[in-house]
């Protein structure tokens, strides 16, 4: 299904569905890892969404096995997103689980392109519930449980334009970014790839690489 976790991270939000005219922006991900992923946090500033979308543009953190789930917090563009309250300067975003049955989504809530969005996916108890919570300032704006399993391997974030999308016009700021393995990984920041300008910093490890904490990962707009 893939040949890096950098392309299997992008086939998300019905990426499997694309037509010919869908393009990708820039993204930095990791893996996969000679351990499993149990949990993940990061915090996302997205900046305004593009002020008249032609589209579908989604902003999205995801985490894969390679084969199965790609669970993923959208952040949603489109000409009229009114569907869940937002205006032209909002985003929609939602926790979503992208898989062989296609697309599933929790509730959705409205950004402002100044809201610093923080998203955890944290593998439950049962080695099988993977549940993401999305939170603004503390309030819980969207969750998810997905069956998604324990084999997680990669994570790292996508810029998806479908439907000859309006591109982001805004850079993404990713800060705080928290990968939790099962076992130690001590070469899991060597798996880093970015493409189209994006850059992943302050990368550090603890625990002999079984806690990952990444200090920023910037991804530039895709109209400059």
Same mark, same amino acid.
């Given at each position: 299904m893939m040949k890096t976790i950098? &392309?299997?991270l992008m086939l998300g939000s019905s990426a499997l569905m694309a037509s010919a005219v869908d393009t990708w922006g820039g993204?930095? /991900?990791f893996g996969p890892t000679s351990a499993h992923i149990i949990e993940s946090t990061t915090t996302l500033v997205a900046g305004i969404p593009p002020p008249n979308q032609n589209g579908a543009l989604f902003l999205w953190p995801g985490m894969s096995n390679g084969t199965g789930d790609l669970v993923? &917090?959208?952040f949603e563009s489109y000409a009229d997103n009114s569907w869940c309250g937002a205006n032209k300067s909002e985003w929609c975003v939602r926790a979503s689980v992208f898989g062989w049955f296609g697309q599933r989504d929790g509730p959705a809530g409205i950004v402002k392109g100044t809201d610093a969005v923080t998203m955890n996916y944290k593998l439950q108890s049962n080695q099988m519930t993977w549940r993401q919570t999305v939170t603004i300032d503390g309030k819980v704006v969207s969750t998810l449980d997905s069956e998604s399993g324990p084999y997680m391997k990669g994570w790292g974030t996508g810029t998806e334009?479908?439907?000859n999308c309006s591109g982001t016009v805004s850079a993404q700021k990713y800060t705080n970014t928290v990968i939790t393995l099962d076992a130690a990984d001590p070469n899991? /920041?060597?798996t880093l790839a970015c493409s189209q300008g994006a850059s992943a910093t302050g990368? &550090?490890?603890e625990q002999g690489g079984k806690i990952w904490k990444i200090a920023s990962i910037d991804v530039p707009a895709m109209v400059r």
């Open positions: 950098s &392309t299997l993204a930095c /991900s993923q &917090t959208t334009c479908q439907e899991f /920041s060597s990368i &550090t490890n």
